[in-house]
């Protein structure tokens, strides 16, 4: 089993530029999540999939967008970045809600300059 | 709203000295208190989940406790592998599927 993987590992972009970070898992976990981390300010939840079909907002949401693509895959993407999204971001899965162990990917480093 | 706090920010400690990470929380409802390690440049390594106040688990030289307001990270005896950033995170009964994390504890141990 591979886990959580992510893809880029790193990206460079020029502001209003847009990309999309690819998420995938192969243990059958139900709900999905995407976190950013930044210095001094801890990871934050940008949106989650309780499971495949539906997507909510977590806590920093503005200026993402989110696709459950199947079972397996969770992208994020940002439409037009901007330097305050320069971070880096965290997929992770857990088997079906909140009192499971989330697994996390091995993240995906973006600088928006 | 569902709140974690860690402390200290910072630990160094030297090879063999005993010490404890602390996690202070506020949550309606907890359905789960989780403790991870960070390495740099990597995700989140799960170590253990809490349910319960009274609850310990233990691994190798690390064992966590939780009382109803607080959790905390014993390490015995560490090695300079033990340095880390420990993360602890909630899960609270209304806020379904986000973890609240703190903003953890940078652990150096020198040999």
């Known amino acids: 089993n591979a886990g959580v993987t992510q893809t880029p590992k790193f990206q460079v972009l020029k502001t209003g530029q847009s990309m999309t970070l690819q998420c995938a898992q192969d243990m059958n976990h139900n709900s999905m999540y995407w976190y950013r981390q930044d210095p001094g300010m801890g990871l934050r939840l940008i949106y989650y999939?309780?499971?495949?079909?539906?997507?909510d907002k977590g806590e920093v949401p503005n200026g993402y967008n989110v696709s459950r693509l199947n079972k397996r895959e969770f992208s994020l993407r940002l439409e037009s970045a901007a330097p305050s999204q320069t971070s880096v971001y965290f997929c992770?899965?857990?088997?079906?809600?909140?009192?499971?162990?989330?697994?996390f990917g091995p993240g995906t480093r973006l600088t928006v300059l | 709203e569902d709140q974690v706090t860690q402390s200290p920010e910072a630990l160094r400690l030297q090879e063999g000295e005993s010490s404890s990470l602390n996690c202070s929380y506020t949550v309606s409802g907890l359905r789960g208190l989780f403790w991870y390690r960070q390495d740099p440049g990597k995700g989140p390594e799960f170590l253990f989940t809490l349910y319960s106040a009274g609850e310990e688990k233990e691994k190798e030289r690390l064992k966590a406790t939780l009382t109803k307001k607080e959790s905390f990270l014993h390490i015995t005896a560490p090695k300079p592998e033990d340095s880390a950033t420990y993360l602890c995170a909630v899960a609270g009964g209304t806020s379904y599927g986000k973890l609240t994390f703190g903003q953890g504890t940078i652990l150096t141990v020198h040999p």
């Open positions: 999939s309780a499971s495949e079909g539906t997507t």
């Open positions: 992770a899965s857990t088997l079906t809600g909140p009192s499971d162990t989330q697994y």
